[in-house]
């Protein structure tokens, strides 16, 4: 259940993918950073690459961007071979591993140099730096910036020329809280006009925000692609269970666990835990004290949610909530993760 | 290459870059125009060598721009190391790596900021040859020195071919600078082994073995820049000098377009 063939949304918005790779791999020695990896990320999406430190996102996008020789598989970025960045990198931009620009030069220098490389027009600078947030410091130093400008003016030398798709790598790497939700907002801003936004993080929570689209990776090999919502939506992972007093919730928890629930405390609630289909995890009951158990998987959350109800309604504790806990993609990819693994 | 080059110059002519080699390229000319026309003696040429140490050498058509010949091969190796961390820097911070997602031909980079870089090195060696020329006209009394060869045709071609050689020369320490660069991808690596090389080993080597110094690329190029010497005339010391930098150039390139750029 954790492979990509397994858990695959076809992509929907465009007949031709923004990006489509196939049995991309790379090895270093015997080190294999990626493995066999299937992706495609369709055109207008902005996709999350997902993955722990060490999962191959960077060799991947490094890949994409003609920095990386594959060892093996193939291949295309708007349309155009992998092995062909000439092709089609004047199309897209990027911010790989850490910003790098010349220290000795201003921002907007920075921006002009590169401007001039890629063959870009440079009228466009002054409205690139309002557009990170960096219009009054564009001719300071970069030297002088800080971590979360530096971030900024990489997304900024990434604008250039308007491209039709985004690499982000890490953009809120390092970036304080406040930081991070700029970057966020940003990131959500330049999805715009048919742009594709390719952009890794391993801040989970980043993600799903601001993703439409989620590929998940993990040891080099892909896990899931598809649309986020539909890697989250509808699924539960728990039920909240509040009992009316709080006196009642270690005898609740007892009748509950006694009737093959798995029980857990979290902060002032009782969490009734489902598998990850969204049914019962371990030994589930129908809800009738002392007929024991029905065996496993199968049941709903809604079912599940009636027979813890009906436990507690039948020991006399009154309910004051009951509620599905949403899966966020956090739990989703750590039981992906896990799951592989194993 | 025009795009890369010209992206070079907007970073290397910035009104304090181009302020710093401007001194720097005076301050040279002058310590080595009166370092060596003041400790000139007197005494005949000696054939085969030009390191202006008599009067008579420095009289000839060549004199007025001799100090300056003389004076870049002493600072060649500066010029090296300069070449070492301007390159190397590129790979360790991640310069280039940036610039390979604006233009993806590796070698129409590394070549377009080296032929900028040179550039603006030929701006500032002609700038330092004429100071330098003016500087020997103004203390060529205190020696004798009436200094009315050095505007003749030959004097001319002199002053041109000491251009010339000073320029292949400096272009050389570059491209030697510049592969060492991609062969470590980190300054004080790459300035480690140059400075092991091209100071202390082939000097001391040379000392003791005297075919070092028609051999060892760092002697060739000297010899080249100072228009010829004792062991290596000028004919030789370009050819030579010529393969060895095509064989460095070669090196780099061939290890630039292959490897992957992880840094």
């Known amino acids: 259940m954790t492979t990509t063939d397994q858990i695959t949304t076809a992509p929907s918005r465009a007949?031709?993918?923004?990006?489509?790779?196939?049995?991309?791999?790379?090895?270093?020695?015997?080190?294999?950073?990626?493995?066999?990896?299937?992706?495609?990320?369709?055109?207008?999406?902005?996709?999350?690459?997902?993955?722990?430190?060490?999962?191959?996102?960077?060799?991947?996008?490094?890949?994409?961007?003609?920095?990386?020789?594959?060892?093996?598989?193939?291949?295309?970025?708007?349309?155009?071979?992998?092995?062909?960045?000439?092709?089609?990198?004047?199309?897209?931009?990027?911010?790989?591993?850490?910003?790098?620009?010349?220290?000795a030069l201003t921002g907007a220098e920075n921006l002009r140099m590169f401007a001039t490389v890629g063959g870009h027009p440079t009228e466009q600078i002054p409205a690139l730096l309002a557009q990170?947030?960096?219009?009054?410091?564009?001719?300071?130093?970069?030297?002088?910036?800080?971590?979360?400008?530096?971030?900024?003016?990489?997304?900024?030398?990434?604008?250039?020329?308007?491209?039709?798709?985004?690499?982000?790598?890490?953009?809120?790497?390092?970036?304080d809280p406040q930081g991070v939700r700029e970057?966020?907002?940003?990131?959500?801003?330049?999805?715009?006009?048919?742009?594709?936004?390719?952009?890794?993080?391993?801040?989970?929570?980043?993600?799903?925000?601001?993703?439409?689209?989620?590929?998940?990776?993990?040891?080099?090999?892909?896990?899931?692609?598809?649309?986020?919502?539909?890697?989250?939506?509808?699924?539960?992972?728990?039920?909240?269970?509040?009992?009316?007093?709080?006196?009642?919730?270690?005898?609740?928890?007892?009748?509950?666990?006694?009737?093959?629930?798995?029980?857990?405390?979290?902060?002032?609630?009782?969490?009734?835990?489902?598998?990850?289909?969204?049914?019962?995890?371990g030994r589930v009951d129908t809800?009738?004290?002392?007929?024991?158990?029905?065996?496993?998987?199968?049941?709903?959350?809604?079912?599940?949610?009636?027979?813890?109800?009906?436990?507690?309604?039948?020991?006399?504790?009154?309910?004051?909530?009951?509620?599905?806990?949403?899966?966020?993609?956090?739990?989703?990819?750590?039981?992906?993760?896990?799951?592989?693994?194993? | 290459m025009r795009r890369v080059v010209r992206a070079e110059l907007l970073r290397l002519l910035r009104r304090r870059t181009i302020v710093t080699t401007t001194i720097a390229a005076l301050v040279f000319s002058a310590v080595a125009t009166l370092t060596i026309v003041t400790s000139a003696k007197d005494g005949p040429s000696i054939p085969g060598r030009r390191d202006g140490t008599t009067v008579a050498e420095l009289a000839s058509h060549g004199g007025g721009t001799q100090s300056f010949a003389v004076g870049v091969s002493f600072v060649s190796f500066f010029v090296f190391v300069v070449f070492i961390a301007l390159m190397a820097t590129e790979f360790s911070g991640g310069t280039f790596r940036a610039l390979l997602l604006r233009d993806p031909h590796r070698m129409r980079l590394i070549v377009g900021k080296l032929a900028a870089s040179l550039l603006v090195a030929a701006g500032a060696l002609a700038l330092a040859e004429l100071f330098s020329f003016v500087l020997s006209l103004a203390l060529a009394p205190s020696k004798d020195i009436s200094g009315s060869a050095w505007f003749s045709m030959a004097g001319l071609g002199d002053g041109l071919r000491d251009y010339g050689t000073a320029l292949a020369g400096i272009a050389g320490w570059a491209v030697f600078g510049a592969t060492l660069a991609v062969v470590f991808r980190s300054a004080p690596l790459a300035l480690a082994v140059g400075f092991a090389w091209a100071g202390p080993i082939e000097n001391i080597v040379s000392q003791s073995w005297a075919p070092g110094l028609r051999f060892f690329p760092g002697q060739v190029l000297g010899s080249l820049i100072r228009g010829g010497s004792a062991d290596l005339g000028l004919g030789r010391a370009a050819v030579t000098s010529a393969v060895y930098v095509a064989i460095a150039a070669t090196a780099a390139l061939v290890l630039l377009t292959r490897r992957d750029v992880t840094s």
């Open chain 1, 132 to 175: 990170v947030g960096l219009g009054d410091r564009g001719d300071d130093r970069y030297r002088s910036y800080s971590l979360g400008m530096k971030q900024r003016l990489g997304i900024a030398a990434a604008l250039l020329g308007d491209p039709e798709l985004l690499i982000l790598d890490e953009p809120a790497n390092g970036l």
């Open chain 1, 15 to 103: 007949a031709t993918p923004a990006l489509s790779v196939r049995g991309l791999t790379k090895r270093y020695g015997q080190r294999t950073a990626v493995d066999h990896l299937d992706i495609e990320v369709p055109t207008g999406v902005v996709a999350g690459f997902v993955g722990p430190n060490g999962a191959g996102k960077t060799t991947t996008m490094a890949m994409l961007l003609g920095l990386v020789r594959p060892t093996d598989g193939s291949g295309t970025v708007l349309g155009e071979p992998i092995d062909h960045p000439d092709a089609y990198l004047h199309r897209v931009g990027a911010l790989i591993e850490s910003p790098a620009f010349y220290p």
């Open chain 1, 183 to 281: 970057m966020r907002s940003l990131i959500g801003d330049l999805a715009h006009g048919g742009r594709t936004v390719l952009v890794s993080s391993h801040d989970l929570s980043e993600l799903e925000q601001v993703c439409d689209w989620l590929v998940l990776i993990d040891t080099g090999r892909s896990l899931y692609q598809g649309l986020t919502s539909e890697l989250l939506g509808g699924v539960a992972s728990g039920l909240a269970v509040v009992p009316e007093r709080p006196a009642d919730r270690w005898r609740l928890r007892e009748l509950l666990f006694a009737a093959g629930h798995h029980v857990d405390e979290r902060d002032d609630r009782l969490v009734v835990s489902l598998d990850a289909t969204g049914g019962a995890a």
């Open chain 1, 287 to 342: 809800g009738e004290i002392g007929t024991g158990g029905i065996g496993t998987g199968g049941i709903g959350a809604a079912e599940i949610a009636a027979a813890v109800n009906r436990i507690a309604f039948a020991a006399g504790i009154v309910l004051v909530e009951l509620s599905p806990l949403r899966t966020t993609l956090e739990d989703r990819y750590l039981a992906m993760v896990q799951g592989g693994r194993r």
